[in-house]
């Protein structure tokens, strides 16, 4: 079994949300799972895989609780060799920026070195009403992957 850090970036609470659905999931399959909703770079547990799910705002910008744990990673660079993570977005297709912060945390948290557990889930809110049944079939793909 593994532990889980769910960390998220949210404005309006949607990807909080998500993040409570997986984290019931994977509680339920005898994982660990604790979520962060202000994630701090320090307090963050790198020996744990990584769930990340940001929203986009503004222009293609972060939440403005996530943007600390960002800058955090460009400026501090850590190395992050031993580190698995995945990342699940959310957006609106209707923005040119869509689903732009994910896109960019996956970048930079590969450019550090990190390994990415399965592929990125965008899930676009202007079709998908409830991110919750997007991200649970996205989760019965990624589960597999995060067994020890
Ligand atoms: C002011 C505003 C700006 C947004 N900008 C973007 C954007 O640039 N790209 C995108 O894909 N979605 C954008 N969205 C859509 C949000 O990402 C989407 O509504 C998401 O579900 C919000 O999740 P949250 O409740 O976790 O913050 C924007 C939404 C708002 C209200």
Redesign the pocket.
């Known amino acids: 079994m593994s532990t889980i850090t769910l960390i ?9 949300y998500v993040a409570d659905h997986l984290a019931d999931l994977l509680t339920a399959q005898g994982h660990q799972a604790n979520i962060t909703n202000q994630p701090q770079l320090a307090q963050l547990n790198q020996d744990t895989i990584w769930l990340i799910i940001c ?7 972060y ?1 403005d609780n996530f943007v600390a744990f960002a800058n955090a990673l460009t400026s501090q660079k850590p190395t992050l060799n031993h580190l698995k993570f995945a990342v699940i ?5 209707n ?7 994910g896109k960019k945390i996956q970048a930079q948290l590969l450019t550090l070195g990190a390994t990415q557990l399965g592929e990125r889930l965008d ?1 676009d ?1 202007s079709i998908t009403p409830v ?1 919750e049944e997007s991200a649970e079939i996205w989760f019965e793909e990624w589960q597999p992957l995060i067994n020890d």
């Open positions: 998220t970036g949210s404005t309006l609470g949607s990807a909080e929203s986009t705002h503004g222009a293609g910008d939440p977005g959310l957006g609106d297709s923005y040119d920026t869509f689903c732009a912060a899930i809110v991110p």
